[in-house]
């Protein structure tokens, strides 16, 4: 049986499982979560990439795959989600303005895209300005945004920007009103070809209820199926019903909960605290925020799991979630960005899943002092965890190590604890209490439970 495996492989090999599950339905949820794609026809757009956080789809991708913009040293791309005329802005280092007035600078800059003039009307939005390879001038960058005519979309108008200079990363994200204008970022190249690119964030740090509603429900999808193959595990291991309902309301619940703020919190890492502290231009940080919010969501299922484990402590399960959720968050970073959007998002989703079982089972194990082992078979056994809480032997659904009813054990047979160094156990046939030593063997019908303590 797959139970004889050693729990910890058993618990990753769930996870995996689980996430796996979850990630075959996020796929085709992705297209009913993600903002609606009306590219050219034709266009390689993709109509279910997934939100920065998360997947690390740029909107320079965006832009690029839907509009056809062109590559360069420097790439400045805007992108919004409704029929307003948004235009971006680009004073060079000589002080020339590149728009859509002005559309080429003496120093090579080009405004290769601008939508939204006139109907038709693009959904999304968007706009790109580039330097093409190895021709562009030193010096400082203004980069700004204007709303330039409301066309029925929302008022203020929520907008991403991307600046790629030099390898480097500025992502930014805000909203501006009709007739506004909205500076998005002030960056500096030193020394062309090898200078190095310094950058401000200046607009105002937004995070929408698209992009948080589409990374909520891809997180709760994982959350779900994971939490409930880890629950199915401990209960198989357990001998009880796979599953029973308030444990499945728990787990829907908790997932959603989970998924969200996870999701949320690791939004609000990307959006709002990487830009204002100035490192939202580095690779290693837009990572870091993903993996912040799968370290969140290994913590939380971690913490759900204690209330299925018994006497698993909190801080344990609440650590073995964030190692096994961070672990498994730079396996899903490293993953997409080497394998692609689809199959790393599997691989990813799989390596998380795995992570966070294995750790939980890893707590589990290190915060052991005493247990029950309970041989099911010469080569099969559970080991269940003692501690202040009892552990209950007996019938009832709920019971920690279920008993046959049929063979005549009432709903709770028996009660073990373990406090101050002393295991006990309170037989409820006998109305009996005595104290257990590492070794003791109980016989309950064909079962035997040996006594382990350190």
């Known amino acids: 049986m797959i139970t004889r495996l050693p729990k910890p492989l058993f618990f990753g090999l769930l996870g995996l499982a689980g996430c796996l599950a979850g990630w075959a339905l996020g796929e085709p949820a992705l297209k009913i979560f993600s903002p609606p794609n009306t590219g050219a026809p034709g266009s390689a757009g993709s109509a279910h990439a997934a939100p920065n956080l998360i997947f690390s789809n740029p909107v320079m991708r965006q832009v690029m795959d839907t509009r056809g913009a062109h590559t360069g040293s420097i790439m400045i791309g805007l992108l919004w989600h409704n029929d307003n005329d948004l235009d971006l802005h680009c004073v060079d280092p000589s002080g020339e303005e590149i728009y859509f007035g002005h559309k080429t600078s003496r120093s090579g800059g080009k405004l290769d895209i601008d939508c939204n003039v006139g109907p038709p009307y693009q959904n999304p939005g968007a706009e790109h300005i580039y330097w093409e390879s190895g021709h562009f001038p030193t010096g400082t960058y203004k980069v700004f945004v204007k709303n330039y005519a409301n066309h029925g979309g929302a008022d203020p108008t929520a907008f991403e920007a991307e600046i790629l200079a030099q390898d480097q990363h500025i992502p930014i994200s805000g909203e501006i009103g009709r007739d506004q204008s909205s500076p998005v970022s002030t960056f500096t190249i030193n020394g062309e070809g090898s200078g190095s690119v310094l950058a401000t964030s200046e607009a105002p740090a937004h995070i929408d209820a698209a992009s948080l509603l589409q990374v909520g429900m891809w997180g709760a999808l994982l959350a779900i199926p994971l939490g409930a193959a880890l629950v199915a595990g401990q209960n198989a291991l357990q001998r009880r019903a796979l ?99 689809f199959i790393g998002r599997a691989v990813g989703a799989a390596s998380l899943g795995f992570g966070i079982g294995v750790m939980i089972a890893v707590a589990e194990s290190l915060a052991r002092e005493a247990a029950l082992i309970v041989h099911w078979a010469p080569t099969e056994r559970s080991i269940i965890n003692l501690g202040i809480k009892p552990v209950v032997l007996g019938s009832s659904p709920e019971a920690d190590l279920y008993l046959p009813k049929e063979k005549g054990f009432p709903a709770i047979t028996a009660l073990v604890t373990f406090r101050e160094g002393r295991i006990e156990i309170e037989n409820k046939l006998s109305n009996s209490k005595h104290e257990l030593r590492d070794g003791s063997k109980l016989k309950l019908g064909d079962l035997t439970v040996e006594v382990q303590a350190k």
Do not use: C, H
Request: glycine share 20%; aromatic share 10%.
């Open 243 to 341: 599953f029973q309902p308030k444990q499945l309301a728990a787990v829907l619940i908790g997932g959603l909960l989970a998924g969200f703020v996870s999701g949320g919190a690791g939004q609000f890492f990307f959006a709002s605290v990487t830009q204002k502290l100035g490192l939202s231009s580095s690779a290693l940080f837009l990572g870091l925020g993903q993996t912040i919010g799968w370290a969140l969501l290994g913590a939380l299922l971690g913490l759900a799991m204690a209330l299925f484990i018994p006497n698993l402590p909190r801080r344990y399960a609440l650590l073995g979630g964030v190692v096994g959720g961070a672990i498994g968050g730079v396996v899903f970073v490293i993953a997409k960005q080497d394998a692609g959007e």
